[in-house]
Antibody, heavy 117, light 106 residues
Framework: QVQLVQSGAEVKKPGASVKVSCKAS????????ISWVRQAPGQGLEWMGW????????NYAQKLQGRVTMTTDTSTSTAYMELRSLRSDDTAVYYC??????????WGQGTLVTVSS | EIVLTQSPATLSLSPGERATLSCRAS??????LAWYQQKPGQAPRLLIY???NRATGIPARFSGSGSGTDFTLTISSLEPEDFAVYYC????????FGQGTKLEIK
């Protein structure tokens, strides 16, 4: 069965960086992309970007360009999302999801990132 | 950026009733629209993609319709497990989500 397992919760200070991992299993990793979506406390969903696990091509939301980097390690079927220059409004649950035809069909359990001084 | 506006913000219904949720796009997204369900403390779940196609394992009581700028998610007869927040998402131009409709028990 398809599973995406994310790394644990993080607490960071403003200005720091965070890197969240997402380990995939149950399917051929390089046949799909990985999307990242975040959700601030009590708020809606925000699409952050996408990476092709086949060739590493990326597409980032304009709002985050310059601060976010998405990568994959095909040897371990793991995707990573790094967000830099963290601010308090980056506090959110970060989800990875398998990208199927530009929709997110399987999701990780989420990683809470808290930015606080 | 394409803005998706969902209505109503909250919908109060009873089990067994029919639910109709709306999503309006600020410009045409053709049929490139999906619906997701999210329960508290859980990740979203894909229900409908390309406006009217049910995702794997989704019960037949969920259906989607529409094209262009106006879309509808219909739940034909509400089950207790259907009370949740529902989001629409477009993939026509980048990807954006609507703000959500909370479906609550009346």
């Amino acid at each position: 069965q398809v599973q995406l397992v994310q790394s644990g919760a993080e607490v960071k200070k403003p200005g720091a960086s965070v890197k969240v991992s997402c380990k995939a299993s149950g399917y051929t990793f390089t046949s799909y992309g990985i999307s990242w979506v975040r959700q601030a406390p009590g708020q809606g969903l925000e699409w952050m970007g996408w990476i092709s696990a086949y060739n590493g091509n990326t597409n980032y939301a304009q709002k985050l360009q310059g601060r976010v980097t998405m990568t994959t390690d095909t040897s371990t079927s793991t995707a990573y999302m790094e967000l830099r220059s963290l601010r308090s409004d980056d506090t959110a649950v970060y989800y990875c999801a398998r990208d199927h035809r530009d929709y997110e069909d399987y999701w990780g359990q989420g990683t809470l990132v808290t930015v606080s001084s | 950026e394409i803005v998706l506006t969902q209505s109503p913000a909250t919908l109060s219904l009873s089990p067994g009733e029919r639910a109709t949720l709306s999503c309006r796009a600020s410009q045409s997204v053709s049929s490139y629209l999906a619906w997701y369900q999210q329960k508290p403390g859980q990740a979203p779940r894909l229900l409908i993609y390309d406006a009217s196609n049910r995702a794997t394992g989704i019960p037949a009581r969920f259906s989607g319709s529409g094209s262009g700028t106006d879309f509808t998610l219909t739940i034909s007869s509400l089950e207790p497990e259907d009370f949740a927040v529902y989001y629409c998402q477009q993939r026509s131009n980048w990807r954006t989500f609507g703000q959500g409709t909370k479906l609550e028990i009346k």
